[in-house]
């Protein structure tokens, strides 16, 4: 059993930078994937970022490749989202979700979710 809880959304504005954290509970955190996702207003929840359980390996969707940098400090149980370059559409509900054994860019193959944390960019 894996609990979730992010931290570090807020308002910003277009061009700023975020930080997101998810504090893992449970000894079993480094045997996780971990993934970031995000939802607007009306529509899907969309995959953002995903890293395996060493942080050796990460993946991004195409929306934010270049802007975003998803990093894990398993001795703190904690996986970082970094945000850069926010754009107006990066404004969602940003959750982390943990799996076991491979990451995923599918929200249906993550086992643990957070309450999620709100990020809104202004223009």
């Known amino acids: 059993q894996v609990q979730l809880v992010e931290s570090g959304g807020g308002l910003v504005q277009a061009g700023g930078s975020l930080r997101l954290s998810c504090a893992a509970s449970?000894?079993?955190?480094?045997?996780?994937?971990m993934g970031w996702f995000r939802q607007a207003p009306g529509k899907e929840r969309d995959f953002v970022a995903a890293?395996?359980?060493?942080?050796?390996?990460?993946y991004y969707g195409d929306s934010v490749k270049g802007r975003f940098t998803i990093t894990r400090d398993n001795a703190k149980n904690t996986v970082y989202l970094q945000m850069n370059s926010l754009k107006p559409e990066d404004t969602a509900v940003y959750y982390c979700?943990?799996?076991?054994?491979?990451?995923?860019?599918?929200?249906?193959?993550?086992?643990?979710w957070g309450q999620g944390t709100q990020v809104t960019v202004s223009s």
């Open positions: 890293i395996n359980w060493s942080g050796s390996s990460t």
């Open positions: 979700a943990a799996k076991s054994r491979f990451y995923s860019d599918s929200a249906t193959t993550y086992n643990y």
């Open positions: 449970g000894r079993t955190f480094s045997s996780y994937a």
